[in-house]
């Protein structure tokens, strides 16, 4: 089992991107995403459940909205408002309770004027 992920690229700061990340053959419980600027460690950024429910930590909250498509074991991620404190390598994660799951290779998103 894989995870494909896509969408990242460069936009201005106030733009828009849209990430998507797809499991080849297995629908994970828990799908999210993770960031990691340079020089810092990896960090939470939302979190969507097989029935829909969604976290998302503080400093996306409002701007960020993560979604997903069973038929399609796909996770998605709508990046608006974007600050250069966006910048970074989103990583996708599949996981089932209580297991470490699986990572997506990453893609980059600058956000620079």
């Known amino acids: 089992v894989q995870l494909v992920e896509s969408g990242g690229g460069m936009v201005q700061p106030g733009g828009s991107l849209r990430l998507s990340c797809t499991s080849s053959?297995?629908?994970?419980?828990?799908m999210g995403w993770y960031r990691q600027a340079a020089g810092n460690q990896r960090e939470w950024v939302a979190t969507?459940?097989?029935?829909?429910?969604?976290a998302y930590a503080d400093s996306v909250k409002g701007r960020f909205i993560v979604s997903r498509d069973n038929t399609k074991n796909t996770v998605n991620l709508q990046m608006n408002n974007l600050k250069p404190a966006d910048t970074g390598v989103y990583y996708c994660?599949?996981?089932?309770?209580?297991?470490?799951?699986?990572w997506g290779q990453g893609t980059k998103v600058t956000v620079s004027s």
């Open positions: 994660r599949a996981w089932e309770p209580r297991e470490n799951g699986i």
């Open positions: 053959g297995r629908n994970f419980y828990n």
């Open positions: 969507v459940g097989r029935a829909g429910s969604t």
